[in-house]
Structure formats: C-alpha cells, structure tokens
C-alpha cells in the first residue's frame, strides 16, 4: 500500500513508502522537521547584520527567509547547523553555538 506524498510525516512507516518516491516527487523535505538532526546552531546577531544578504543564497537547506530584501530569523525547523552562513557573513551577525535550540 502506497502513501500519498502530501500524507508522508515522520510517523510514516517505511512499508508506506515506494522506492525512489523522492525522485518523482521532489520538495517532501518541506514536511519533515530536519533541524532536529542539527548539532549546532546558528544565532542571528540583528544589530550587526547590515542586510547583505550574503547568507541566504549559500543556505543549502533555504533556512534564512528573505522577505522585501531582509532577511528574517532562521528557520530552525530545518536548519541542519553547517555554518556555512556563519563562514560568509562579512558583519559577525552569525555566530554558531553548540548544541540544539
């Protein structure tokens, strides 16, 4: 028995998934909370964030929202913790800490 892609969550049982089902159905990462697999955590220092915005194109998991050319706070829900925005931002408006939030 095959799981709608819409239905699948942590909870889903393997047995309800197909083989490849990512392949077919790309974007299923949206409903899964990866942040949790973290082990460190990005803290967002807003007063020395000059809004460059250098952070959120290098984000490989899309975890820094920009809306009207800002960027907003991280979403932690599926941030995974690489620090890669930490390394390129030019201000020190990203400091990475130890541990899960």
Same mark, same amino acid.
């Given at each position: 028995? @095959? !799981? =709608?892609?819409?239905?699948?969550?942590? &909870? !889903?049982? &393997? #047995?309800?998934?197909? $083989?490849?089902?990512?392949?077919?159905?790309? /974007? !299923? *990462?949206?409903?899964?909370?990866?942040? $949790?697999? @973290?082990?460190? #955590?990005?803290?967002?220092?807003? =007063?020395?964030?000059?809004?460059?915005?250098?952070?959120?194109?290098?984000?490989? =998991?899309? *975890?820094?929202?920009?809306?009207?050319?800002? @960027?907003?706070?991280? =979403?932690?829900? &599926? +941030?995974? /913790?690489?620090?890669? +925005?930490?390394?390129?931002?030019?201000? /020190?408006?990203?400091?990475?800490? $130890?541990?899960?939030?």
């Amino acid at each position: 028995m @095959r !799981t =709608d892609i819409n239905k699948i969550n942590e &909870h !889903t049982p &393997h #047995t309800g998934l197909t $083989e490849g089902m990512q392949v077919f159905a790309a /974007g !299923t *990462s949206k409903y899964f909370k990866t942040g $949790e697999w @973290r082990n460190n #955590t990005p803290v967002y220092l807003e =007063d020395n964030c000059k809004q460059c915005l250098l952070c959120a194109p290098v984000c490989p =998991d899309s *975890s820094i929202p920009v809306k009207d050319q800002k @960027r907003g706070a991280f =979403d932690l829900d &599926h +941030c995974k /913790g690489c620090g890669i +925005c930490a390394k390129v931002c030019p201000f /020190g408006a990203i400091k990475m800490k $130890e541990g899960v939030e």
